[in-house]
């Protein structure tokens, strides 16, 4: 199916062209139609699943086809974290770049000033977290009364980041006549209720994230001595096909002490973390994404919700407690059908966690048996292999070592794509 059969308008369809979409994701088949019949949404499905597009884009043609727009906010986005906030905004910018509708975005943790200068000069699309939503609205920025369509993004995780009481402070707010979509990855009973609250005779999408990333990335174990840990990396990332690197480190203390080392041999790189200001982490994050810095250090946390297009590797420096988070760091390479690689760093006090690891994936990580710095057999700190006997589907688990991006295979610069969950699990 094509975009077209879903009835999109030409602006958008362009737009959409250009992000390099050729087919719409089961998603936005499912929902496009709907959200266009104004009907309410209770869209089951998490970020990776192209859900932005899948009400931005009928948002956008709801509203071009109301031209001349009638003033105020028609529509406003509520999302937990700012940078889910600053994404939604950016799908908006590309697909309505021919629509000349205004959206614009607000978040906490920065100066209201420009986001106020913004709200002044007219906005059509606001995407909002909950805090700076309500202090706006508060000090009189925001008036909700000419507002259509309502999207609550991520309900799942309003309620596990403590938001749910700022957000039924929002919906109190909202006129009751209003279209309405819900998403939500789960749907405790809390969220459930929410949903039945705020939804009149709901249409129901339900999605489940693109199939299981884990065979698709080329996987590899390298055993050293956690001391040795940054010279590995240093000799690792002297692989020029190394574009883009996320590394992945369990402290905030560590992500600073990789990125000086990386910075001492001449290796672009910065560290996001929560101890670093929103400022810094946002720089960081575009430095990276523009291709000006090559190395990204962060904690799970720090990454959660970030979107990073075309990533080619992942460095786990150090293995996650949870073994769930491994596939959830390792998933942010290989999006979209591509293969990715990721490369796994496992000194001797991290034996535990590589065996959960591995159990919970099915698979013994390929081992790179010759580096270096292979785990020195005299140190304290020695590297035991863990050894298991290999199951048919691991015998039969081939790394592709060639990696070429199915962006790159298909000519498509801009590489925005159809990927898998993206949130870390800490
Ligand atoms: P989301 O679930 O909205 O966070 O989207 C995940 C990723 O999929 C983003 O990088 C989008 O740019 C990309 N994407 C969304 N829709 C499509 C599509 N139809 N074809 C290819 N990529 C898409």
Do not use: W
């Not at 460095?315 to 390792?330: A, G, K, M, Q, S």
């Amino acid at each position: 199916m094509a975009f077209k059969q879903l009835k999109i308008i030409e602006p958008i369809l362009k737009a959409v062209a250009a992000e390099g979409y050729t087919i719409p994701t089961p998603i936005q088949q499912q929902a496009i139609p709907l959200v266009l019949q104004r009907k309410d949404l209770l869209g089951c499905a998490q970020t990776g699943t192209g859900k932005t597009a899948a009400f931005a884009i009928p948002i956008l043609q709801i509203l071009h086809e109301q031209k001349p727009l009638p003033h105020g906010i028609k529509v406003l986005i509520l999302t937990p974290t700012r940078e889910l906030a600053i994404q939604i905004d950016e799908s908006f910018a590309a697909y309505g770049r021919h629509t000349g509708i205004r959206h614009s975005v607000i978040f906490g943790g920065v100066s209201q000033l420009h986001q106020t200068n913004a709200l002044k000069r007219g906005v059509d699309i606001l995407v909002a977290t909950p805090g700076r939503l309500l202090d706006l609205m508060n000090q009189g920025f925001i008036n909700l009364k000419h507002l259509q369509i309502f999207v609550l993004d991520e309900a799942d995780r309003m309620l596990d980041m403590g938001f749910i009481h700022d957000v039924k402070k929002v919906i109190a707010k909202l006129p009751a006549k209003r279209q309405t979509l819900f998403f939500s990855a789960t749907m405790p009973p809390e969220i459930q209720k929410l949903a039945n609250v705020l939804l009149t005779n709901p249409a129901k999408v339900e999605v489940t994230p693109p199939s299981t990333t884990v065979e698709k990335i080329d996987q590899s174990l390298y055993y050293v001595n956690k001391q040795e840990k940054p010279e590995l990396l240093k000799h690792l990332l002297n692989d020029t096909n190394i574009k883009s690197a996320l590394v992945f480190s369990r402290t905030k203390h560590g992500a600073n002490k990789v990125v000086k080392i990386l910075d001492k041999a001449g290796v672009q790189s910065a560290a996001i973390h929560g101890n670093k200001s929103q400022v810094a982490r946002q720089k960081a994050l575009s430095d990276f994404k523009e291709g000006k810095i090559r190395v990204l250090v962060a904690t799970d946390i720090a990454a959660r919700g970030i979107d990073i297009d075309e990533l080619t590797h992942v460095f786990n420096f150090d293995l996650p407690d949870v073994p769930e988070t491994y596939v959830h760091r390792i998933g942010r390479t290989g999006r979209a059908g591509n293969s990715g690689i990721a490369i796994s760093f496992c000194s001797g006090d991290e034996r535990t966690e590589l065996r959960d690891i591995q159990k919970l994936i099915g698979l013994t990580i390929p081992l790179v048996k010759e580096h270096p710095f292979v785990a020195n057999a005299n140190n304290n700190n020695t590297v035991q292999p863990v050894i298991q006997r290999p199951t048919q589907q691991q015998r039969s688990f081939k790394p592709k070592r060639n990696f070429q991006s199915q962006a790159a295979r298909n000519g498509n610069s801009s590489g925005r794509k159809y990927g898998p969950q993206r949130s870390g699990s800490r």
